[in-house]
Nanobody
Framework: QVQLVESGGGTVQAGGFLRLSCAAS????????MCWFRQAQWNQCVFVAA????????YYADSVKGRFTISRDHAKNTVYLQMNNLKPEDTAVYYC???????????????????WGQGTQVTVSS
């Protein structure tokens, strides 16, 4: 079993930045593709960013491309989401997820991931 815990959320003004962390425990996630999703109030949970097992491949939703960066640190068993130039429409609960199967690629669908964190709230004020 893998437990994922997100942190780093908060309230910032538009144009500001935050760095989210997703710490894994229970077993190493070094070989697993990882991702971030987000869910705004009254909206569906949508894909934000994904990374393959060694960090060589990243993929982003168009809405965050050029502003967000996903990365991972195998030694810390942690995945990050650096969010720059935040906009009010980025306000949401952000979730990280892990796919429990070794793979060289990334995945963008919710049902392709097996483990999920509890989420961290990001609020961007205008």
């Amino acid at each position: 079993q893998v437990q994922l815990v997100e942190s780093g959320g908060g309230t910032v003004q538009a144009g500001g930045f935050l760095r989210l962390s997703c710490a894994a425990s229970g077993r190493t996630v070094s070989w697993f593709p990882m991702c971030w999703f987000r869910q705004a109030q009254w909206n569906q949970c949508v894909f934000v960013a994904a990374i393959n097992w060694n960090g060589a491949t990243e993929y982003y939703a168009d809405s965050v491309k050029g502003r967000f960066t996903i990365s991972r640190d195998h030694a810390k068993n942690t995945v990050y989401l650096q969010m720059n130039n935040l906009k009010p429409e980025d306000t949401a609960v952000y979730y990280c997820a892990a796919r429990a199967a070794e793979s060289s690629t990334y995945f963008t669908r919710r049902n392709e991931y097996d483990y999920w964190g509890q989420g961290t709230q990001v609020t961007v004020s205008s």
